[in-house]
């Protein structure tokens, strides 16, 4: 009998294998991508809940407004100005009696 060079039931059976090796090496490829994944978005919520305002003011800081704006610049008061500054558990008035600029600015 006359052997072939090329052997389709076993090209095929091997090509089959190859294709379970891929699909088991993709399964856990995507899974690892998917903890990761996972992982980032954990931490990145962590960090948002950080930076939301209400837990800055828990951390002893505060927002100071004037007419409905928060202050960003010394230059948006004046003397005589009644501002609201809210803090953790609730808000205050004040009035603007002098006004100091940093470093002479």
Do not use: C, H, W
């Not at 076993?10 to 998917?34: A, P, W």
């Not at 931490?43 to 505060?62: F, H």
Request: charged share 35%.
């Amino acid at each position: 009998m006359t052997s072939f060079k090329y052997k389709p039931k076993q090209q095929i059976k091997t090509e089959n294998e190859k294709l379970e090796n891929y699909e088991k090496l993709l399964k856990i490829f995507s899974k690892q991508k998917f903890r990761n994944e996972s992982n980032r978005v954990i931490s990145l919520e962590t960090k948002i809940k950080l930076i939301e305002p209400g837990n800055v003011l828990k951390r002893g800081y505060s927002i100071t407004f004037n007419k409905g704006k928060a202050v960003r610049d010394i230059k948006a008061l004046k003397k005589g100005d009644i501002v609201t500054t809210e803090i953790y558990n609730g808000k205050f008035d004040s009035k603007i009696e002098s006004i100091n600029k940093a470093n002479g600015k």
